[in-house]
């Protein structure tokens, strides 16, 4: 043992120094001695991929899995299959995998939703027959599921009507000219698809209707090998009922499988059978006044009292937190009141540790007279005792909201691109989305979820989308994966498309300019209609349409109001010019839409083809369902309190549900949501509130992982904080290990209780700094809006700016301004801040914002009176403007004025910069002399500070000059040391030109020039 732990401990030193092939040697000696331990053989399967042996990788993940399910650890093959997935693009077999774990951990919307994804992917396949096997599975599995049935049906008709057209002798060409029902069909091998055959042909003669077609019993299984392998694991091994470790008592999950068991025995008995609840009263009030130790200890006295109480054939669980169940086999509705009475005179009369006093609450769920199923009978009997704790009052159905459905599927079927959806908080907007995107899955389409988190960067729901695609259809299409190549900007965790060709100079768009009129628009498009980001945005909507074509999409962006400006665009732009794309865009905000002035401004003109749906306040019929629905396994409150509940609410299903709880437990109702939220809070204690709003500062969205690292607590301990955030209804699951605040309210409230926040921001950044650093152009605006709030502002500013060049190179120039302009409040060096005016000058100009440019350059004139580079900034960028309104004169003249500034100034660079464009205006007046004067200086500064692009901007300037001087030798020799300095420094843009200008030469030059021993072949 001893041996083996050292070895080990090699070879995770090993990996640490990036020693694949020695620390895999490592491994595979120790999984010789342990050929059961499927951690090895996970660690294995890592280093196979990281050493790009992805078959290796995925055999070795494949039998881990394999053991783990073995062993009952399900949530680990879970995590292993979604290994599988990252990396293999052909294991669709592996959602069906999925689909089985799942269902063994009861958590039955993830198994069918892994289920339907294999089926979606089955049926792009055309495999039609895999379709129908895995949606009878999924029947089998978790049966009554009314969107399944009918979509069985469906497809049992669809597959008997190709069979009744295509079998043998009755092959016809429409459905109408199908043979008699009655007639006998033979060689059809499978009696199912006799039976779709027979149904096909039935319908088609009138005799009968789709409601009249029923599933057959014969249900036929998948076979894929790998599948079989799970399916033999999970049915062959006896069951391992889980242990509370506190208390050695089953736990809920054990309290599942007993659940299952039992209904079988009563069914077969034709008996009821009870399942008692007992919750420990003011069990937090004993935790908080003695400590934890001893309320641990109290526990554990409580669950021996009653295992020595316990009737013949009873078992008792610890369910959660202060609450165990007893499952009584033998228990009636008739003596269900005594044993509560009972189970209560017996705590209360026992002596517990420190002479604590404990009483507790009880409750009985019966079945079959309570529910039908174990799941339900469990989560109706701890409602029931829950009903006076705060936090228990919930309704699961979604309640009077039909006509918001039906707004939304008119919507989408007339093709709409983007629909708002809006409501106050707590109305449902999260639920409704929800609903109506579980009703199209079962249509065949991918559902996608994003969120617009703070901070936020450009494009930031676009770019969750398309991670959630990738991660989600690890096999792309040829076409697919070309488009995604095209916006790769977009893609920056995707290492095989990150940014390698991306390139930018403030001044490179003056170069070969053509006179712009000076046009000022109202057109709702005149932010977004320079030509490089209109092909962009092209480009995103074709890889949009073209997602869509291979499966419909529904794309759902929560929290519109707080998405960047560049995401607005882009939707309004994909709404007025996508043609195919089939999906809808669902924005849902917190606020009415209209009411945010700025949008409203921009895009008022587009807001008739945006239809908005409001969701509306329940009604007082609605409140009433709801209220019967909350309250149907256990008593209703008295009518007053009803009455108030819903006159608070006012037909806010969230406030009708809190208002609830507080007239139960007889304390002040509340008056706003703010209150119910504040309230909230308040239930958690110091070390709790403090440790939730550090996650808030982590932003809306955080990671349990990084949260770990971030406060040095171990995960069991955060993880008790989570489930308490949980059970307030603060905190939401998003995926493994990452969670989400439910409402904005709350984690702006908790982000307000955090003491030196400016501290713990400089932290953060520096955290993310390091647990990033190898993807940083993902988390750069996290980095840079911790480090901005921080006491380091200089290391913020440093990050804004670098955030601003970011989001200007993917063209989203209004969020590179409000970039800019935070760096400006950070700096006090004045040549930086010119630098920043420059960048936000420019960025005008790009987004042909011409009014604001004009603006900003009278602004700064102004307080450029006295100082040189203040007046050789704005004299440089008014002969710009001049050019934008083909005004040449003037531009050549404050373009002089300001060459000579940059000269007395030495600011060497844009001194370069107004040699180009002075060389370049001097030659569009035909004045080659005074043009190659300032190409010249351009060009031997640019040597002496090894600006190379600059250098081979001029190089080529002056080869165009001499070309319209028809003198081809002098042209080719500087075109053809342009070409040279171009392909060194990787400039595609301007190599390309060279090439182009070369190849318009007369034909005696070569496509081939020697230089300096070397051959550049530019025939390329």
Same mark, same amino acid.
């Given at each position: 043992?001893?041996?083996?732990?050292?070895?080990? *401990?090699?070879?995770?030193?090993?990996?640490?120094?990036?020693?694949?092939?020695?620390?895999?040697?490592?491994?595979?000696?120790?999984?010789?001695?342990?050929?059961?331990?499927?951690?090895?053989?996970?660690?294995?399967?890592?280093?196979?991929?990281?050493?790009?042996?992805?078959?290796?990788?995925?055999?070795?993940?494949? %039998?881990?899995?394999?053991?783990?399910?073995?062993?009952?650890?399900?949530?680990?093959?879970?995590?292993?299959?979604?290994?599988?997935?990252?990396?293999?693009?052909?294991?669709?077999?592996?959602?069906?995998?999925?689909?089985?774990?799942?269902? *063994?951990?009861?958590?039955?919307?993830?198994?069918?939703?892994?289920?339907?994804?294999?089926?979606?992917?089955?049926?792009?396949?055309?495999?039609?027959?895999?379709?129908?096997?895995?949606?009878? +599975?999924?029947?089998?599995?978790?049966?009554?599921?009314?969107?399944?049935?009918?979509?069985?049906?469906?497809?049992?008709?669809?597959?008997?009507?190709?069979?009744? @057209?295509?079998?043998?002798?009755?092959?016809?060409?429409?459905?109408?000219? !199908?043979?008699?029902?009655?007639?006998?069909?033979?060689?059809?091998?499978?009696?199912?698809?006799?039976?779709?055959?027979?149904?096909?042909?039935? !319908?088609?003669?009138?005799?009968?209707?789709?409601?009249?077609?029923?599933?057959?019993?014969?249900?036929?299984?998948?076979?894929?090998?790998?599948? &079989?392998?799970?399916?033999?694991?999970?049915?062959?091994?006896?069951?391992?009922?889980?242990?509370?470790?506190?208390?050695?008592?089953?736990?809920?999950?054990?309290?599942?499988?007993?659940?299952?068991?039992?209904?079988?025995?009563?069914?077969?008995?034709?008996?009821?059978?009870?399942?008692?609840?007992?919750?420990?009263?003011?069990?937090?009030?004993?935790?908080?006044?003695?400590?934890?130790?001893?309320?641990?200890?109290?526990?554990?006295?409580?669950?021996?009292?009653?295992?020595?109480?316990?009737?013949?054939?009873?078992?008792?669980?610890?369910?959660?937190?202060?609450?165990?169940?007893?499952?009584?086999?033998?228990?009636?509705?008739?003596?269900?009141?005594?044993?509560?009475?009972?189970?209560?005179?017996?705590?209360?009369?026992?002596?517990?540790?420190?002479?604590?006093?404990?009483?507790?609450?009880?409750?009985?769920?019966?079945?079959?007279?309570?529910?039908?199923?174990?799941?339900?009978?469990?989560?109706?009997?701890?409602?029931?005792?829950?009903?006076?704790?705060?936090?228990?009052?919930?309704?699961?159905?979604?309640?009077?909201?039909?006509?918001?459905?039906?707004?939304?599927?008119?919507?989408?079927?007339?093709?709409?691109?983007?629909?708002?959806?809006?409501?106050?908080?707590?109305?449902?907007?999260?639920?409704?989305?929800?609903?109506?995107?579980?009703?199209?899955?079962?249509?065949?389409? *991918?559902?996608?979820?994003?969120?617009?988190?703070?901070?936020?960067?450009?494009?930031?729901?676009?770019?969750?989308?398309?991670? *959630?695609?990738?991660?989600?259809?690890?096999?792309?299409?040829?076409?697919?994966?070309?488009?995604?190549?095209?916006?790769?900007?977009?893609?920056?965790?995707?290492?095989?498309?990150?940014?390698?060709?991306?390139?930018?100079?403030?001044?490179?768009?003056?170069?070969?300019? &053509?006179?712009?009129?000076?046009?000022?628009?109202?057109?709702?498009?005149?932010?977004?209609?320079?030509?490089?980001? #209109?092909?962009?945005?092209?480009?995103?909507?074709?890889?949009?349409?073209?997602?869509?074509?291979?499966?419909?999409?529904?794309?759902? #962006?929560?929290?519109?109001?707080?998405?960047?400006?560049?995401?607005?665009?882009?939707?309004?732009?994909?709404?007025?010019?996508?043609?195919?794309?089939?999906?809808?865009?669902?924005?849902?905000?917190?606020?009415?839409?209209?009411?945010?002035?700025?949008?409203?401004?921009?895009?008022?003109?587009?807001?008739?083809?945006?239809?908005?749906?409001?969701?509306?306040?329940?009604?007082?019929?609605?409140?009433?369902?709801?209220?019967?629905?909350?309250?149907?396994?256990?008593?209703?409150?008295?009518?007053?309190?009803?009455?108030?509940?819903?006159?608070?609410?006012?037909?806010?299903?969230?406030?009708?549900?809190?208002?609830?709880?507080?007239?139960?437990?007889?304390?002040?109702?509340?008056?706003?949501?703010?209150?119910?939220?504040?309230?909230?809070?308040?239930?958690?204690?110091?070390?709790?509130?403090?440790?939730? &709003?550090?996650?808030?500062?982590?932003?809306?969205?955080?990671?349990?992982?990084?949260?770990? !690292?971030?406060?040095? @607590?171990?995960?069991?301990?955060?993880?008790?904080?989570?489930?308490?955030?949980?059970?307030?209804?603060?905190?939401?699951?998003?995926?493994?290990?990452?969670?989400?605040?439910?409402?904005?309210?709350?984690?702006?409230?908790?982000?307000?209780?955090?003491?030196?926040?400016?501290?713990?921001?400089?932290?953060?950044?520096?955290?993310?700094?390091?647990?990033?650093?190898?993807?940083?152009?993902?988390?750069?605006? /996290?980095?840079?809006?911790?480090?901005?709030?921080?006491?380091?502002?200089?290391?913020?500013?440093?990050?804004?700016?670098?955030?601003?060049?970011?989001?200007?190179?993917?063209?989203?120039?209004?969020?590179?301004?409000?970039?800019?302009?935070?760096?400006?409040?950070?700096?006090? $060096?004045?040549?930086?801040?010119?630098?920043?005016?420059?960048?936000?000058?420019?960025?005008?100009?790009?987004?042909?914002?011409?009014?604001? +440019?004009?603006?900003?350059?009278?602004?700064? $004139?102004?307080?450029?009176?006295?100082?040189?580079?203040? %007046?050789?900034?704005?004299?440089?960028?008014?002969?710009?403007?001049?050019?934008?309104? $083909?005004?040449?004169? /003037?531009?050549?003249?404050?373009?002089?004025?300001?060459?000579? !500034?940059?000269?007395? #100034?030495?600011?060497?660079?844009?001194?370069?910069?107004?040699?180009?464009?002075?060389?370049?205006?001097?030659?569009?007046?035909?004045?080659?002399?005074?043009?190659?004067?300032?190409?010249?200086?351009?060009?031997?500064?640019?040597?002496?500070?090894?600006?190379?692009?600059?250098?081979?901007?001029?190089?080529?300037?002056?080869?165009? #000059?001499?070309?319209?001087?028809? %003198?081809?030798?002098?042209?080719?020799?500087?075109?053809?040391?342009?070409?040279?300095?171009?392909?060194?420094?990787?400039?595609?843009?301007?190599?390309?030109?060279?090439?182009?200008?070369?190849?318009?030469?007369?034909?005696?030059?070569?496509?081939?020039?020697?230089?300096?021993?070397?051959?550049? /072949?530019?025939?390329?």
């Amino acid at each position: 043992m001893k041996s083996t732990k050292i070895r080990e *401990q090699k070879a995770k030193d090993l990996l640490k120094e990036y020693k694949y092939s020695e620390a895999l040697q490592e491994y595979q000696v120790l999984i010789q001695d342990e050929p059961n331990n499927p951690n090895f053989y996970n660690i294995i399967g890592d280093i196979y991929k990281m050493m790009k042996l992805t078959d290796d990788a995925i055999n070795s993940y494949k %039998k881990a899995r394999e053991i783990y399910t073995k062993d009952f650890l399900y949530n680990n093959a879970v995590a292993i299959s979604k290994k599988i997935l990252r990396i293999n693009p052909d294991a669709e077999e592996t959602y069906y995998i999925l689909g089985i774990l799942y269902s *063994q951990l009861k958590l039955k919307s993830e198994a069918i939703e892994n289920f339907v994804d294999y089926a979606n992917r089955m049926r792009r396949r055309n495999n039609l027959e895999e379709v129908i096997k895995t949606y009878e +599975y999924i029947n089998e599995k978790f049966p009554n599921s009314e969107p399944v049935i009918n979509e069985l049906k469906e497809l049992y008709l669809q597959e008997g009507i190709e069979q009744a @057209k295509n079998f043998g002798p009755f092959q016809c060409e429409t459905a109408s000219s !199908l043979p008699d029902s009655s007639i006998k069909t033979e060689n059809i091998e499978s009696p199912i698809l006799e039976n779709y055959l027979s149904n096909a042909i039935k !319908l088609v003669k009138g005799e009968i209707s789709k409601e009249d077609i029923k599933i057959p019993e014969e249900i036929t299984k998948n076979s894929t090998a790998d599948i &079989s392998t799970i399916e033999t694991s999970i049915k062959s091994e006896p069951v391992r009922k889980s242990i509370d470790s506190l208390t050695q008592l089953y736990d809920r999950d054990a309290l599942m499988e007993f659940c299952e068991e039992e209904i079988l025995n009563a069914e077969q008995e034709n008996r009821t059978f009870g399942v008692i609840f007992l919750d420990i009263a003011h069990f937090r009030t004993i935790n908080e006044k003695f400590g934890e130790p001893l309320g641990d200890k109290i526990l554990c006295q409580m669950a021996d009292l009653l295992k020595e109480n316990l009737a013949e054939k009873e078992t008792l669980f610890r369910y959660n937190g202060d609450a165990f169940t007893i499952l009584s086999p033998s228990l009636a509705e008739k003596d269900k009141e005594e044993k509560q009475e009972n189970l209560k005179n017996l705590v209360e009369k026992f002596d517990f540790e420190s002479k604590v006093p404990v009483s507790i609450k009880t409750e009985v769920s019966l079945y079959p007279t309570d529910a039908a199923n174990s799941r339900t009978l469990l989560e109706q009997g701890y409602s029931k005792i829950s009903i006076k704790k705060r936090s228990s009052i919930s309704c699961s159905q979604l309640i009077g909201q039909e006509k918001t459905l039906e707004d939304l599927q008119k919507a989408f079927a007339v093709g709409k691109k983007v629909v708002f959806v809006s409501g106050a908080t707590g109305i449902g907007k999260t639920r409704i989305l929800s609903e109506f995107s579980d009703r199209l899955k079962f249509k065949g389409y *991918q559902t996608f979820i994003t969120h617009c988190n703070t901070p936020i960067s450009p494009y930031a729901p676009f770019k969750q989308f398309f991670r *959630q695609y990738i991660e989600k259809n690890e096999t792309l299409s040829t076409e697919i994966t070309a488009l995604f190549a095209q916006i790769k900007s977009l893609l920056p965790f995707w290492d095989q498309y990150k940014k390698t060709d991306l390139e930018f100079t403030n001044y490179d768009i003056f170069l070969d300019y &053509s006179p712009i009129s000076l046009k000022y628009s109202n057109s709702i498009l005149c932010n977004i209609c320079d030509e490089e980001r #209109i092909e962009f945005f092209n480009k995103i909507v074709s890889s949009l349409n073209t997602i869509s074509n291979e499966a419909p999409v529904l794309f759902i #962006i929560e929290d519109i109001q707080d998405a960047d400006k560049s995401t607005f665009e882009l939707i309004f732009y994909l709404a007025q010019h996508s043609q195919n794309f089939k999906g809808i865009i669902c924005c849902t905000s917190g606020l009415h839409i209209t009411d945010k002035n700025e949008i409203e401004k921009c895009f008022s003109k587009v807001w008739k083809e945006m239809p908005e749906i409001q969701i509306n306040p329940l009604s007082e019929k609605d409140m009433d369902a709801m209220i019967s629905i909350i309250f149907s396994q256990s008593v209703v409150p008295p009518a007053p309190i009803l009455e108030k509940a819903k006159n608070l609410s006012k037909g806010n299903p969230f406030v009708l549900q809190e208002a609830l709880n507080s007239l139960i437990n007889e304390e002040t109702p509340f008056e706003s949501v703010k209150e119910i939220f504040e309230n909230k809070i308040t239930q958690l204690d110091k070390n709790e509130e403090s440790i939730l &709003s550090t996650a808030a500062l982590l932003g809306n969205e955080f990671d349990i992982s990084f949260l770990t !690292l971030f406060t040095g @607590k171990n995960e069991g301990y955060l993880s008790h904080i989570i489930d308490k955030g949980l059970e307030l209804g603060l905190i939401k699951l998003v995926i493994n290990n990452k969670y989400r605040f439910t409402y904005n309210e709350i984690y702006e409230l908790l982000k307000s209780k955090v003491e030196n926040s400016s501290e713990l921001h400089r932290k953060i950044g520096e955290w993310l700094e390091i647990y990033y650093s190898e993807k940083m152009e993902e988390f750069l605006w /996290d980095i840079a809006y911790h480090l901005e709030l921080s006491e380091d502002s200089s290391k913020g500013a440093s990050y804004n700016l670098w955030a601003g060049d970011e989001a200007r190179l993917i063209y989203g120039y209004k969020d590179a301004v409000k970039y800019y302009e935070k760096v400006l409040k950070s700096i006090t $060096d004045k040549n930086e801040i010119i630098t920043i005016y420059n960048n936000i000058i420019i960025t005008y100009f790009l987004m042909k914002d011409y009014e604001s +440019y004009e603006k900003l350059i009278s602004e700064l $004139d102004k307080k450029s009176k006295e100082e040189k580079e203040w %007046k050789a900034m704005t004299t440089f960028n008014r002969g710009l403007f001049c050019i934008i309104r $083909d005004n040449k004169s /003037d531009a050549l003249s404050y373009l002089t004025e300001a060459n000579n !500034l940059y000269r007395e #100034i030495d600011d060497t660079a844009l001194l370069i910069e107004s040699c180009l464009i002075l060389g370049e205006l001097h030659r569009a007046r035909s004045d080659y002399e005074c043009a190659l004067k300032h190409l010249t200086e351009a060009f031997e500064l640019s040597q002496k500070s090894h600006k190379d692009k600059a250098k081979g901007r001029s190089v080529f300037l002056m080869g165009c #000059i001499f070309h319209e001087l028809n %003198k081809i030798k002098e042209a080719f020799e500087c075109y053809s040391e342009a070409i040279s300095i171009f392909k060194n420094i990787h400039s595609k843009t301007y190599l390309l030109k060279s090439i182009m200008n070369v190849l318009n030469l007369p034909g005696e030059f070569s496509l081939c020039v020697k230089k300096e021993d070397k051959t550049i /072949d530019i025939s390329a």
